[in-house]
């Protein structure tokens, strides 16, 4: 989760990590035009402006979680899961749902209770962050290992 200017307000998105533990940023954006998909690879995944990062789940195998993560669409309508408004955090909430439904990860929690927990995270952390403190990593919160 990135700051944002508003309170309470957050940029999301997903890193899952390569098989060689390298990190894949997933996230919808709408910086430089309408809404989109993007993947950023490497270094580039993770911005200075990186809060927290929480670990929702283990990965059974990349290259089918990273098809189901782009699949989920980014074309500003409402969620076809929820009806919910499109944010970043609405594609987060649906791409995690896609991925637990199909096998890929394994949530231990139900979607509103790890945005919950997330947010708490962000709330946590965000003025060490914005100290120039660097980013939290919660690896225990929700994880389950696959």
């Given at each position: ?6 309170p ?7 890193i899952?990590?390569?098989?060689i533990?390298?990190?894949v ?8 035009g ?6 950023r ?11 927290v ?24 309508k ?24 199909t ?31 660097g ?12």
């Amino acid at each position: 989760m990135k700051s944002r200017p508003s309170p309470r307000e957050y940029h999301w998105g997903l890193i899952v990590t390569d098989d060689i533990g390298r990190p894949v940023l997933h996230h919808a954006t709408n910086l430089t035009g309408p809404w989109k998909y993007e993947e950023r690879q490497n270094e580039s995944a993770i911005d200075p402006t990186l809060i927290v990062l929480v670990k929702a789940s283990g990965v059974s195998n990349v290259p089918r979680a990273t098809q189901i993560i782009q699949s989920v669409p980014t074309d500003g309508k409402p969620s076809r899961r929820t009806g919910a408004a499109f944010t970043c955090r609405i594609w987060v909430k649906d791409a995690l749902f896609e991925l637990h439904e199909t096998g890929e990860i394994f949530l231990a929690d139900d979607i509103e209770v790890i945005e919950t927990e997330a947010i708490a995270y962000a709330e946590r952390y965000a003025a060490d962050s914005e100290q120039g403190k660097g980013t939290a990593v919660i690896n225990s919160a929700f994880a389950s290992s696959l």
